[in-house]
């Protein structure tokens, strides 16, 4: 008898929580039933009418997958090497703004998740959480600082040097965001930094209780890294707009690669005349992406633009594709496309709303089990060796 109620503890726990979500799928589920709908929704939606972001989807299901036979497939290595040094797996995880929004610990859960897997985590310039709280939650771990330009050229300076101060290895530019996209979402549930005190607010507090728990306990409600704190309530768009500089060039890419000492990454291309100037421009790594479909609307999708992308840097320069990852089996596809490896943004973001840190635990848990049944079904034991010969 006294074993029923740690047992219905447990079921209740984030551990318990996670543990039973089997998919990505069930983890934004769980998320969605966990965090007020605004909330929800600023991790969920993109621009416009989401064309782009049901694309990333869409492109995926059109890879086709041609598995070898007779391929011994009794042990199946994960690993691959990023920027001169093994991680476990090929699954980063990606910048991803706010984050404490979804959880109090936000950027710190996400990180000990990453190391937990054997992976590295990237911190935004938009993080919830300090980049000197992520570096001393996880100081063994791989850490990429996300740098966005700042208008406030003076505050970049800062930013990179307490990124390097604290570690991080590498930093990756993201030149996806001019200006800011219009996610209508958020404009149609008011969303804004700090979220705004209403009466529809305080609703979806009281039928959230475990949420408003933490958000009462311990708020991150603007960037940390930014010096937002106490500033007027402004829609996230018009705080991005105001803040960020759109006047970013190649020259600017120049000058961040002569003051950064590490290797630096871009992030947010989409064509291979830009990638290949990237590398001329000194890049070692390229990300794919198209913001998760967050920016412009009607944007192919990232596994679409990555073939060419690969040819036109050849091995000049790492490549790596983000967004719309949900599967296993979309990482053997981006893998055999070109990719060294995939970031995972909403899938974590998912997990962190249902769970906390054993939900962004669970993410990464979800998608290496299921890389390991994709690689061994798909004849292929090492994931490092995929090749295009394995999709069409």
Same mark, same amino acid.
């Given at each position: 008898l006294p074993a029923a109620p740690a047992r219905t503890r447990?079921? +209740?726990?984030? #551990?318990?929580? =996670? /543990?039973?979500?089997?998919?990505? $799928?069930?983890?934004?589920?769980? !998320?969605?039933?966990? @965090?007020?709908?605004?909330? +929800?929704?600023? #991790?969920?939606? =993109? /621009?416009?009418?989401?064309?782009? $972001?049901?694309?990333?989807?869409? !492109?995926?299901?059109? @890879?086709?997958?041609?598995?070898?036979?007779?391929?011994d497939v009794s042990a199946i290595d994960l690993r691959t090497t990023v920027l001169g040094a093994e991680i476990a797996l090929p699954v980063i995880g990606a910048p991803t703004g706010l984050t404490g929004l979804q959880h109090p610990d936000g950027e710190v859960a996400?990180?000990?998740?990453?190391?937990?897997?054997?992976?590295?985590?990237?911190?935004s310039t938009m993080a919830s959480c300090t980049l000197e709280e992520v570096a001393a939650a996880s100081p063994a771990g791989r850490r990429w600082f996300q740098l966005y330009v700042m208008s406030d050229r003076g505050l970049v300076d800062a930013l990179l040097a307490r990124a390097a101060d604290a570690g991080y290895e590498a930093l990756m530019l993201t030149v996806?965001?001019?200006?800011?996209?219009?996610?209508?979402?958020?404009?149609?549930?008011?969303?804004?930094v700090p979220p705004r005190l209403s009466l529809r607010t305080l609703a979806q507090g009281?039928?959230?209780?475990?949420?408003?728990?933490?958000?009462?306990?311990?708020?991150?409600?603007v960037p940390a890294n930014l010096g937002w704190e106490g500033s007027a309530t402004a829609t996230l768009a018009s705080a991005v707009n105001r803040s960020f500089d759109p006047t970013v060039t190649w020259a600017d890419l120049a000058d961040l690669r002569s003051r950064w000492r590490g290797p630096v990454?871009?992030?947010?291309?989409?064509?291979?005349?830009?990638?290949?100037?990237?590398?001329?421009?000194?890049?070692?790594?390229?990300?794919?992406?198209?913001?998760?479909?967050?920016?412009?609307?009607?944007?192919?999708?990232?596994?679409?633009?990555?073939?060419?992308?690969v040819d036109a840097v050849g091995d000049r320069a790492e490549v790596y594709l983000?967004?719309?990852?949900?599967?296993?089996?979309?990482?053997?596809?981006?893998?055999?496309?070109?990719?060294?490896?995939?970031l995972i943004g909403r899938a974590l973001m998912y997990g962190l709303g249902a769970a906390g840190e054993a939900g962004a635990r669970r993410a990464f848990t979800i998608l290496e089990q299921e890389l390991r049944v994709a690689l061994a079904l798909a004849g292929?034991?090492?994931?490092?060796?995929?090749?295009?010969d394995a999709v069409s």
């Open positions: 447990e079921r +209740f726990s984030d #551990a318990g929580r =996670a /543990a039973r979500c089997r998919t990505i $799928a069930e983890l934004r589920a769980a !998320a969605k039933r966990t @965090v007020p709908k605004p909330i +929800f929704d600023y #991790a969920d939606g =993109a /621009a416009w009418d989401e064309v782009t $972001a049901r694309r990333n989807r869409e !492109a995926f299901e059109r @890879v086709t997958l041609h598995p070898k036979a007779l391929t996400i990180a000990r998740a990453a190391h937990a897997a054997g992976t590295i985590t990237t911190v996806d965001v001019q200006v800011a996209g219009v996610r209508e979402r958020d404009v149609r549930n008011g969303f804004s009281v039928t959230h209780p475990r949420w408003s728990a933490g958000f009462v306990a311990n708020p991150r409600m990454i871009v992030k947010g291309v989409m064509r291979a005349d830009d990638a290949a100037r990237c590398v001329e421009h000194g890049a070692d790594a390229i990300v794919v992406s198209n913001h998760g479909g967050r920016q412009l609307d009607g944007a192919a999708a990232s596994i679409e633009a990555l073939p060419a992308i983000d967004s719309g990852i949900r599967r296993g089996t979309d990482i053997v596809k981006a893998l055999a496309l070109g990719a060294r490896a995939v292929c034991p090492r994931a490092a060796d995929l090749g295009r």
